[in-house]
């Protein structure tokens, strides 16, 4: 039995991600499962406040999953003590406003990402929140997937030797929204509207990269939008003015190159819809969402290269499959578990704000990069860093005055 309770507000649960995975997939199945179990033995128990702006959407949703509290007035929710913690599942265009409304009003704050339009403001929540002394974490649902799991094992166990390089293909092709229903938001293809693959995904990946390989110190990438309209939910034509692929270079602290592709506009043909290589000295790996295959060094083959000669060898037979060895929850779950643990008895949280913040960094030069043609320098960053806003404007500047000098 939960010994105790705490209340979250979840802002924006109405949508696809806000809904699937954080009401049903962890609040829900948090509070079937008895609350969330302490250190000490205890449990928590959630009680949510659903919160958006169509009332009879939230009314329906509270009456299907037996859930007492929902409101349209947010600021109302913030003021009332009985909610301990502020959950933002807005769109991106909307989030820092709300999010600064709960650090003022003194509530743990749990988002998903990015957490701002750009890196200044991102790098602002963090400091704000710091300055508030308010608890805050950003979603890193990736590094608790099965596949990566498996792979951060492989990574601690030293099965790699010195890893060499990263490959990884991340996509689908998402119908255009004519003959068939786009399964994603139209929002996510206008760039006003917060929209875009680069915005989307490289957070992501700066996640993944830094704390599987190392920091990313530096970005390649080039950005682009393949289909230029799209039909949007009323069955309307528009114009698609953000990025629906990118193709991007990272150079990681260590010496570890990284290639990774991004795309909405690609037909999969692998095993799962995220793919990652890793090649070491020792051995290489791929792993998906769910899969972990290896090949050690003293079991790979030696392919010799004969264009004259089709090539009977079944490449694929030469790696072993990672069992699974555990038991692997929903890994937007398991953070919300992590966090709760954070709130109520100062466990650790590494993925907060700041964290946030690097991850809309990346997002940024991916996109200066890919507009200027060029390959840019991250700063190092934390909270103490009173220069690393400048060093990115000083990295615009450098990237206009080349722009004006071809």
């Known amino acids: 039995m939960a010994e105790s309770t705490i209340g979250i507000i979840m802002n924006g649960v109405s949508g696809r991600m806000g809904y699937r995975q954080h009401l049903v997939r962890s609040i829900?199945?948090?509070?079937?499962?008895?609350?969330?179990?302490?250190?000490?033995?205890?449990?928590?128990?959630?009680?949510?406040?659903?919160?958006?702006?169509?009332?009879?959407?939230?009314?329906?949703?509270?009456?299907?999953?037996?859930?007492?509290?929902?409101?349209?007035?947010?600021?109302?929710?913030l003021a009332d003590d009985r909610w301990q913690i502020y959950a933002d599942f807005l769109v991106t265009k909307a989030?820092?406003?709300?999010?600064?409304?709960?650090?003022?009003?003194?509530?743990?704050?749990?988002?998903?990402?990015?957490?701002?339009?750009?890196?200044?403001?991102?790098?602002?929540?963090?400091?704000?929140?710091?300055?508030?002394?308010v608890k805050n974490g950003v979603v890193h649902d990736k590094l608790y997937l099965p596949g990566f799991q498996k792979l951060?094992?492989?990574?601690?166990?030293?099965?790699?030797?010195?890893?060499?390089?990263?490959?990884?293909?991340?996509?689908?092709?998402?119908?255009?929204?004519?003959?068939?229903?786009?399964?994603r938001p139209s929002w996510n293809y206008r760039a006003e509207d917060g929209g875009g693959i680069i915005v989307d995904m490289f957070p992501h990946w700066n996640y993944v990269l830094e704390n599987l390989f190392g920091r990313v110190e530096s970005v390649y990438a080039k950005a682009s939008t393949h289909i230029p309209s799209r039909v949007d939910e009323r069955g309307d034509e528009y114009v698609a003015t953000a990025d629906d692929a990118a193709y991007a270079i990272f150079e990681l602290e260590g010496g570890i190159v990284a290639q990774l592709n991004s795309s909405w506009t690609v037909r999969v043909n692998r095993d799962e819809l995220v793919e990652f290589q890793v090649d070491g000295t020792h051995g290489s790996a791929v792993v998906g969402l769910f899969g972990c295959k290896i090949q050690p060094r003293n079991a790979t083959p030696k392919p010799v290269w004969n264009p004259d000669l089709a090539d009977s060898h079944d490449y694929d037979a030469d790696w072993l499959e990672v069992p699974t060895n555990d038991v692997f929850e929903?890994?937007?779950?398991?953070?919300?578990?992590?966090?709760?643990?954070?709130?109520?008895?100062?466990?650790?949280?590494?993925?907060?704000?700041?964290?946030?913040?690097?991850?809309?960094?990346?997002?940024?030069?991916?996109?200066?990069?890919?507009?200027?043609?060029?390959?840019?320098?991250?700063?190092e960053v934390t909270l103490g860093s009173t220069d690393a806003a400048a060093s990115v404007a000083d990295a615009e500047v450098g990237a206009s005055e080349l722009t004006g000098a071809r």
């Open 28 to 77: 829900l199945a948090i509070r079937e499962q008895g609350g969330v179990e302490l250190s000490d033995g205890t449990r928590v128990q959630l009680e949510p406040i659903l919160v958006g702006r169509n009332e009879a959407k939230l009314a329906e949703l509270a009456e299907k999953h037996g859930l007492e509290h929902y409101t349209t007035n947010l600021d109302e929710a």
């Open 95 to 133: 989030r820092a406003k709300a999010i600064r409304k709960a650090i003022a009003a003194g509530k743990a704050i749990y988002t998903e990402k990015p957490t701002a339009e750009s890196f200044e403001e991102a790098l602002e929540l963090a400091r704000l929140a710091k300055e508030a002394g």
């Open 152 to 183: 951060k094992r492989l990574i601690d166990s030293g099965f790699f030797g010195r890893i060499l390089s990263v490959r990884g293909e991340f996509g689908y092709w998402v119908f255009e929204g004519d003959w068939q229903p786009a399964q």
């Open 330 to 379: 929903n890994g937007f779950k398991t953070q919300w578990e992590e966090f709760i643990r954070h709130v109520v008895e100062d466990a650790p949280n590494p993925y907060d704000f700041l964290a946030g913040a690097r991850g809309v960094l990346l997002a940024e030069r991916g996109l200066a990069s890919s507009r200027d043609g060029r390959r840019i320098e991250l700063p």
